[in-house]
């Protein structure tokens, strides 16, 4: 096929496709839970058809978030203790064996005197004084 004048090459269609179906492949990768853009340039650099095969071979995380979050945890459920069944934290009544739970009172964190901080937020609080201190004593110099 002889290409017209003012039509762009051959390889501009190539680059175009290609560029093309690299967005395609990040825009999958990110309906499946994935970082878009690096999928994006992962396609764009190796190849959007391989890299289309290794994003159907890898697991979907959106469904695998989906599950999870129907599974019973720490965070969302705690033990009936007259069944030994998961059972939401909120819920007053097993609803396996009809006992009656009593509500779990979440601890208060643990603060450092009665300044009202965690020991994290004080040991944050010193790292970045000293860090502060280091650059003002690197600008002396």
Not at 60 to 78: I, Q, Y
Request: include cysteine.
């Amino acid at each position: 096929m002889k290409w017209l004048p003012g039509r762009p090459s051959k390889d501009m269609d190539i680059i175009l496709f290609w560029f093309l179906f690299a967005i395609a492949v990040g825009i999958w990768a990110n309906n499946r839970g994935r970082n878009g853009f690096a999928w994006f340039l992962l396609a764009a650099i190796i190849s959007p058809i391989l890299a289309a095969v290794f994003l159907a071979a890898s697991s979907n995380l959106k469904e695998a978030e989906a599950r999870s979050a129907e599974r019973p945890s720490p965070a969302t459920h705690v033990v009936c203790p007259d069944c030994a069944e998961f059972v939401r934290k909120e819920a007053r009544v097993c609803k396996h064996c009809g006992c009656r739970l009593t509500p779990v009172a979440q601890a208060a964190p643990e603060t450092v005197g009665n300044t009202g901080l965690t020991p994290r937020q004080i040991t944050g609080i010193i790292l970045a004084l000293l860090l502060a201190y280091a650059v003002y004593e690197s600008a002396q110099i």
